[in-house]
């Protein structure tokens, strides 16, 4: 059983960081990618970022510029570090490892930006 546990939301004002983790109870590189998503009151879950076993990554365009999207795989924990961020950046921020048929959700957390 695949787990993921996220950290690091908080309440943060405009032009602020944040930096993310999701530690996961195997090695990140076995999985084919493995990304963040968000979602915001009201509306649908969205890819902000994923990394590939590879090492590549992919960036959600309404974030690119701001967000970076990293893995340690001696440690098991993909990163997402958030800078300049905005009021609309708020939303629940989720882990997620993919496999061919199989995908794993971490519980969330919440990031909240002030303006």
């Known amino acids: 059983q695949v787990q993921l546990v996220e950290s690091g939301g908080g309440l943060v004002q405009a032009g602020g960081s944040l930096r993310l983790s999701c530690a996961a109870s195997g090695s990140i590189f076995s999985f084919d990618t493995m990304g963040w998503y968000r979602q915001a009151p009201e509306k649908q879950r969205e890819l902000v970022a994923l990394?590939?076993?590879?090492?590549?990554?992919s960036i959600a365009d309404s974030v690119k510029g701001r967000v970076t999207i990293s893995g340690d795989n001696a440690k098991n924990t993909v990163y997402l570090q958030m800078n300049s961020l905005k009021p609309e950046d708020t939303g629940v921020y989720y882990c997620?490892?993919?496999?061919?048929?199989?995908?794993?959700w971490g519980q969330g957390t919440q990031v909240t930006v002030s303006s």
């Open positions: 990394i590939t076993s590879a090492g590549s990554t």
């Open positions: 997620n490892a993919y496999l061919p048929f199989s995908s794993y």
